[in-house]
Every structure is written in C-alpha cells, then in structure tokens.
C-alpha cells in the first residue's frame, strides 16, 4: 500500500462525553498522527449507534435550541432547513461511519470515518471508507484542503487518484445561483460534506412532518421521510414518463435503479443531526412487485464528536509519485454545470 494512504490513529488527549442511546460515560476523541490518516470504502454509509459530544463544545445559543417536532407540523421542510442552519454552525465534526448499499449487484457494507473543519482555507474534509468485494479488500479515501478534493478508489488491484478544483466548483454554482442539477444527489458525503448533502435533499425532495422515532437501541430521533419534488424528478425521467406540459409529477418508478423513490431521515432529537439517512425504492430492481419496500443504501454515523479541532495535516493530501487525472471538468458536468 502506498504510504500516503496508510494510517496511525492517536488521542487528541482531550475527552468527550460519549452518549450510547441514553447512557453515558466518559470516551477518548481519535485522530490521525499521520498527514493522511487510513481510509476506507464503500458506496453508501451506514453506522450503528449513538452520538458523542465534545466536553469542549459551546453551550447551544437561544437560536440553536431544539423545538419539539410540533413546531414544524405545518412547515416541514423547515424542520430540514433548521437542522441544515445547525450543522453549518459546528466548527468541526468528526464520527465513524457504517455503510451499506447495493453496487455492482452486490450488497456491500463498510465502515471508516467522517472528519469536517471550517477553515480559513474553506471547508475542509475527510472521508475514509473500506470494505470487501468478492474477497478483495476496496478503499475509498476523499480529502479537501479547503481548494482541492482528492479523490482515492481501490478496487481490488485496480486503483485510480483524480483531483476536483472546488474553487471552479464553486464558481459554477453561483453562475447558476447555487443550484446544481438533480444528477448531483450522492448518497454518502463528497464534496461539500454532510452540509452539502443535506441541502440537495432539501433541494430534490418535499419532506413530511417528523415524527417521533427511536433508531435501534433506543435512541431518540425525530424521522421525516422525503418525496422527490416533481420539478426535480421530470429532468431524471425517460420523455415518455416525465409528461411535460400535463400537470403531471412524473412517474418515479421509470428512475434508474441506482436512483431512489424516497429517503427517510433520522434527526437527534436534542441537535437535529443527522444520525441516519436512508434511500429507498418502492419494488426491487428488475422486480415487476411495486408494493416492495427496498432499501437500496443506508448511512448512519456514531461517536460523533462537535467543535474539537482537528489538526490541519488530516486534510492535506500529498499524491506523490501517483499519477492522478484532473476531474473538475467531468465532476461539473455531473452535477449539470457549465464546464
């Protein structure tokens, strides 16, 4: 394995308050000694427990409060909005993650972590994520300094490292007034983090009123399942299925079939985050049953960790002697964006 993507895991030797679905006890924050901490893969995230809190944190300000689910009853997406406002709002993340999803045919499941700073440079993240595919061990590692995303993929012996020019990115976006198109929704975070991904769901789906919910173990959610909009739906659509000019909002079930019908939220009661994200299809690929429910992938983080800093070296990425591909170009027309 080359040495950039090896790993050594040390404590911040600062602790936190680890909360396991009601319980506490005291825990130790990691991070990485090494300029790119270990990584790992998979196409979806997933993770099986509860959340962290940093000893350190700040006291929650007036407006970062937590109204109680009834507040949004009558306008629902505000409820995804306001938890959007609150993760914009925390210096730094960090939580390990579990994920599983359907890819090449294939279940497939791993886990790795999620680190997140704001920084004078920008947004700054790392995604680390491994898991097996017939036998081989995958990696996928994504890192941004604030200016450049580094891409990282190993399957099996075939590898590859490309590079995504955010500034340009950015760019773009505000030409088309922040919008990317409905082929941008990923669902695991890339560029732009956990912040990015919450907010194309807000973008591509009408959510209903949360409810009260508990995720395995008991630990208190309120969960809000989201349709997609029909002025996003109809571009995804084959022309015989969109019905332009009809009134009518599309027929979801003509998506490709790594694409869902549906997502289903799972917010902290008490910090809105987002512990659980589900994509789901109604009807299995290829199945003619429409009544199926079919979870196609699932992501869920644990010991997540507020307002700890982060040494800046865990988001530098040196390739070295890898050759890598520049991919703005291709990562812009991915998103419907002008080149």
């Not at 300029?35 to 962290?52: E, G, S, Y």
């Not at 579990?98 to 680190?115: C, T, V």
């Not at 994504?142 to 450049?148: A, K, L, T």
């Not at 003619?288 to 699932?298: E, G, S, Y």
């Amino acid at each position: 394995m080359p040495e950039a993507h090896k790993s050594v895991l040390r404590s911040f030797g600062r602790p936190g308050t680890t909360r396991f679905f009601g319980k506490s006890r005291r825990t130790v924050v990691m991070a990485s000694t090494h300029k790119t901490v270990a990584l790992v893969a998979v196409a979806c995230l997933v993770a099986r427990a509860p959340h962290t809190k940093s000893a350190q944190a700040a006291a929650p300000s007036p407006s970062d409060q937590i109204a109680p689910a009834t507040q949004f009853s009558d306008s629902p997406q505000s409820f995804l909005q306001h938890a959007i406002r609150l993760v914009e709002g925390r210096r730094s993340i960090s939580a390990r993650v579990w994920q599983r999803a359907e890819l090449f045919g294939k279940q497939l499941e791993g886990s790795g972590i999620y680190l997140e700073q704001h920084s004078d440079e920008g947004l700054q993240l790392r995604l680390e994520l491994k898991f097996p595919l017939d036998g081989e061990p995958c990696l996928l590692l994504q890192v941004c300094n604030g200016r450049y995303l580094w891409r990282y993929e190993k399957f099996g012996p075939t590898a590859k490292l490309g590079r995504i020019d955010t500034l340009r990115v950015l760019q773009a976006l505000d030409e088309r007034g922040g919008t990317a198109g409905p082929n941008g929704l990923q669902p695991w975070p890339g560029w732009g983090g956990i912040p990015r991904l919450l907010r194309a769901l807000d973008r591509d789906f009408d959510f209903s009123p949360p409810r009260v919910a508990e995720l395995p173990g008991g630990f208190p959610t309120l969960r809000a399942e989201g349709r997609w909009k029909p002025d996003r739906l109809v571009p995804l659509l084959p022309e015989s299925k969109a019905a332009p000019g009809q009134g009518r909002a599309g027929d979801p079930s003509a998506l490709p079939s790594h694409m869902p019908h549906r997502v289903v939220l799972d917010l902290g009661r008490d910090d809105l985050f987002p512990y659980r994200i589900e994509f789901r299809r109604t009807g299995g690929v290829d199945s003619t049953d429409t009544h199926r429910d079919q979870l196609i992938a699932v992501m869920e983080l644990r010991e997540v960790v507020f307002n700890v800093p982060i040494a800046r070296e865990v988001f530098h990425y040196d390739p070295g002697t890898l050759e890598y591909t520049e991919q703005t170009d291709r990562f812009l027309e991915s998103l419907g964006l002008p080149r």
